[in-house]
């Protein structure tokens, strides 16, 4: 166990509609890191946050938009959804500072748009 | 454009014998360089990491090696378990903002 929380674990939903991923941090992380796994890729970067504001983006689409609220908690917002949009999603923490730059993951959420 | 590469998508080796799994990038700038295992419907776990001022790390059963000449990473498994099977992930870390760049993954599977 990561210490990194992720609901739901499941999401099926329809092409055009909406959802939110919530990721719960390790206690004391600033930092929250998004990532999207498609079928048979590795794991592609959309975007980090590190105490409320967003530090870095990478591969994320305009359809999607993420937050971190002052609890650290994070969300991934997914809008107008497609079928491509399948996949999972990933959120990790990792602490602020120091010369380490370990990322530590949650269970994921699996997506499925039909 | 990728960036961290492996290129063997399996392993198969057997129990109590050593597992190499590599993985090569391009880009100079990647000064940090990490190895996850993930198993079916779990996140990645962190393995074992290397900064790029050392050439080596030993964790246990678990050894990175890493040629910046060559900009290729080992990770080497001594001895193999059956437990070791999963998908493993070399990455390493971008600029600003501590992002990690991800191979494909190599499965691993040792056989008993």
């Known amino acids: 166990d990561s210490g990194v929380t992720q609901t739901p674990k499941h999401l099926i939903t329809a092409t055009g509609q909406r959802v939110t991923l919530r990721c719960s941090p390790r206690s004391g992380d600033l930092s929250v890191y998004w990532y999207q796994q498609s079928l048979d890729q590795g794991l592609q970067f959309l975007i980090q946050y590190y105490n409320g504001e967003e530090r870095a983006k990478g591969n994320i689409l305009e359809r999607f938009s993420a937050q971190q609220f002052p609890d650290l908690h994070s969300e991934l917002n997914l809008s107008s959804l497609e079928l491509g949009d399948s996949a999972l999603y990933f959120c990790a923490s990792s602490v602020s500072g120091g010369s380490s730059y370990e990322q530590y993951f949650g269970p994921g959420t699996r997506l499925t748009v039909t | 454009d990728q960036q961290v590469k492996q290129n063997s998508p399996s392993l198969s080796v057997q129990e109590g014998r050593i597992s190499i799994l590599n993985c090569d990038y391009t880009?100079?700038?990647?000064?940090?360089f990490l190895w996850y295992k993930k198993y079916p419907a779990e996140g990645p776990t962190f393995l074992i990491s290397?900064?790029?001022?050392?050439d080596k790390n030993e964790d246990g059963r678990f050894t990175v090696f890493l040629n910046k000449s060559a900009k290729h990473l080992s990770l080497h498994i001594v001895p193999s378990q059956p437990g070791d099977s999963a998908v493993y992930f070399c990455a390493a870390r971008g600029e600003y903002g501590n992002k990690l760049v991800f191979g494909a993954g190599t499965i691993l599977r040792v056989k008993s």
């Open positions: 290397i900064s790029s001022i050392k």
């Open positions: 880009n100079s700038m990647f000064d940090y």
